[in-house]
């Protein structure tokens, strides 16, 4: 009976974290669990299907982590969502696997921060009478939007068929070239005969996963 994918990239999710954290531990302390620069992509293989995931700070692919609001900003939304509908020119695999993409979807996430307790004191002060410059308080509502707007994240999705998987031995990962604020990733790699994670980055793009397949 054929296993559902999806439970396989949860197992590789769970067992990538001791290694997410491990790589980012100080930075996770001052900006969570979101880091620049810094994505996920898993792997899972099961007989001739190949799924895999990628997730990565919309900083990482367009500049930026709040809405597009712009028409520039939209545009820029618009070409990366093309760039990542396309598995094979991203992440580059030997040809003899004989893969073709059966599915990508592209998906935008974004956190809300809900306002802080400062801010709320800041409005209880004001309520209570206190002289405020009203241009210094219009400043400072907008230094909170931007602070609390929000981290967008690209997540995406991807299903190969291929017809000799065996053959899946490697891959480059052409990703960085394509997304100059991509500097690494962690890779976790889930197959019949091994679970694995690995890092790749932009000064070593390329990926051995010799015995793996």
């Known amino acids: 009976m054929r296993t559902n994918s999806s439970i396989l990239l949860s197992i590789v999710a769970s067992a990538s974290l001791a290694a997410t954290c491990a790589y980012g531990e100080e930075e996770h302390r001052e900006l969570g669990a979101h880091v620049h620069g810094h994505g996920t992509f898993n792997i899972a293989v099961e007989g001739n299907r190949v799924d895999m995931e990628l997730e990565a700070p919309g900083m990482d692919i367009v500049g930026f982590e709040h809405a597009a609001s712009t028409d520039e900003q939209k545009a820029a939304v618009d070409k990366a969502k093309v760039e990542l509908a396309k598995p094979l020119e991203l992440f580059k695999i030997p040809s003899g696997a004989a893969c073709k993409v059966a599915k990508a979807d592209v998906a935008i996430e974004t956190e809300h921060h809900e306002h802080g307790d400062d801010h709320d004191e800041d409005h209880d002060d004001h309520a209570k009478g206190e002289d405020h410059d009203h241009d210094d308080h219009a400043d ?22 291929c017809a000799k998987p065996s053959s899946l031995s490697s891959i480059t990962f052409d990703y960085f070239k394509q997304f100059a604020g991509a500097k690494s990733l962690t890779v976790n790699v889930v197959t019949a005969k091994a679970q694995s994670s690995y890092e790749v980055d932009r000064d070593k793009p390329e990926l051995d996963l010799g015995g793996m397949m």
């Open 140 to 161: 400072a509502d907008d230094d909170h939007d931007h602070e609390h707007g929000g981290h967008s994240a690209f997540h995406v999705t991807y299903a190969l068929d």
